[in-house]
C-alpha cells in the first residue's frame, strides 16, 4: 500500500468516526413522563419529528443527573454511537433537574426541593420526633399556666391575692404541627 492510499485510508476511518458524532438542534414537543426514565418528542426544522430521544446518556439504573427539559424549549442532542438513538446535550429551559445516587436522591424544579424521595422531613431528620418533644413542652407550660391561674397568696396581716390577676388572661400555647416548622417548599 503506498503513502498515499495510507493517507486515504486514514481519513476515511477518521471522517466515518466523526459522522456517528452527529448534533442537531431542536424544539421539545412532548415530554413522556417527566422523570429519569423519560423520552421527548423533539422537532427538527419545520418537517421533522424524532421521538424517543433520551434524557440520558446512559441506560442503567437510573443513578446519576437527569435533566429534563420544557415543552417548546430549545434542546442539543448528540446521536449515540453506531446507533439512531439521540439524548439530550443542553437544553435552554429546565423544567426539572433530578439526581439519583445509590442511597441519595434530589429533585429540583421552580417550586419546590424533593430530598431522599421524601424520605427525610426537609433537613431535620426526625421532624416528628421535634414536634413531639415540642408539643410536650408546650402541655406542660399550659399545665403550669393553668395551676398558676387557681393559685391565691394568703397576704400578711390579712387578705389574699389571686395569681388569676396575672395570669387570667394568659392563654394557653397551641400544639405546634409539623407543618408550622417546615419549609413548604422543601417536600419530604
Known sequence: MTDI????????????SRIDSITLQGTVTNIDNAESEATISVNIGESIVIDDVRLRSVISDNKGFTIIPKVNSQVLLLRLTNSDDFFVVASSEVEKVIFKGT?????????YIIFNNNALSGFIPDITKLVNKINALETKVNSIIDKLKLVVIPLAPSGTYPLSTDFGSMTNLT???????KDPKIKN
Do not use: A
Request: without cysteine; negative net charge.
Open 103 to 111: 442511597n441519595t436522591g434530589i429533585e429540583l424544579n421552580n417550586d
Open 175 to 181: 400544639s405546634t404541627t409539623i407543618n408550622d416548622i
Open 5 to 16: 492510499e495510507k493517507i486515504r485510508e486514514s481519513l476515511n476511518k477518521f471522517v466515518e
